[in-house]
């Protein structure tokens, strides 16, 4: 999943400016807490309709994205 962007929009207005899943107002973060709780990608698609499946691995490269980005200084 390279073009995760285009399933992800950030606006001030939607969720105080969390990144959502577009066509939807479920935020990324909300998707990511389910999977780390054990939800299957059957269940979430299942509790939100709205969802595809391409919408939660779009998640997935976020956070992979976003952790690579982050850097580590040393005390």
């Known amino acids: 999943m390279?073009?995760?962007a285009s399933y992800i929009f950030i606006d001030?207005?939607?969720?105080?400016?969390?990144?959502c899943?577009?066509?939807t107002r479920i935020a990324v973060g909300d998707v990511l807490q389910l999977l780390a709780q054990g939800s299957s990608h059957k269940e979430i698609l299942a509790d939100f309709p709205l969802?595809?499946?391409q919408h939660i691995l779009?998640?997935?490269?976020?956070a992979?994205?976003?952790?690579?980005?982050?850097?580590?200084i040393a005390a």
Do not use: D, Q, W, Y
């Not at 001030?12 to 990144?19: I, L, N, Q, T």
């Not at 992979?64 to 580590?72: G, H, T």
């Open 58 to 62: 779009a998640a997935l490269a976020f």
């Open 2 to 4: 390279t073009e995760f």
């Open 12 to 19: 001030p207005e939607v969720r105080f400016g969390k990144p």
């Open 51 to 53: 969802l595809t499946e």
């Open 64 to 72: 992979a994205n976003r952790e690579s980005m982050i850097k580590m």
């Open 21 to 23: 899943l577009k066509g």
